[in-house]
Nanobody
Framework: QVRLAESGGGSVQAGGSLILSCAASGDIYNRRCMAWFRKTRGKEREGVARIFDNDGVIYADAVKGRFIISQDNTRNTLYLQMNSLKPEDTAVYYC??????????????????WGQGTQVNVSS
């Protein structure tokens, strides 16, 4: 069993920065692959950034060069550093975990464990 809990969301003006955290606990094998997703009303859930074994990372094109995903050395905390925020980044952000990352895709349907989400609002 894996438990995930996001924090760090809030409201910021366009161009600002936020750092999201995801506290992870439980079976470390089932959280070798961790990712951030986001969801806005009326849109499909989309992958934002993914990290595998605290090493390999991928980013969605929409956030490349602005967001950074990382983990602490214990892999108990996942971070998402969000810079140069835009109004279109407004969403509920979720962290997710599974045992292994699959290729270069986010594949949200394959993630087993999810946090409750944290709201990010970016105003223009």
């Amino acid at each position: 069993q894996v438990r995930l809990a996001e924090s760090g969301g809030g409201s910021v003006q366009a161009g600002g920065s936020l750092i999201l955290s995801c506290a992870a606990s439980g079976d470390i094998y089932n959280r070798r692959c961790m990712a951030w997703f986001r969801k806005t009303r009326g849109k499909e859930r989309e992958g934002v950034a993914r990290i595998f074994d605290n090493d390999g990372v991928i980013y969605a094109d929409a956030v490349k060069g602005r967001f950074i995903i990382s983990q602490d050395n214990t892999r108990n905390t996942l971070y998402l550093q969000m810079n140069s925020l835009k109004p279109e980044d407004t969403a509920v952000y979720y962290c997710a975990a599974r045992d292994s990352c699959v290729g270069g895709e986010f594949a949200p349907h394959a993630f087993i464990y999810w946090g409750q989400g944290t709201q990010v609002n970016v105003s223009s």
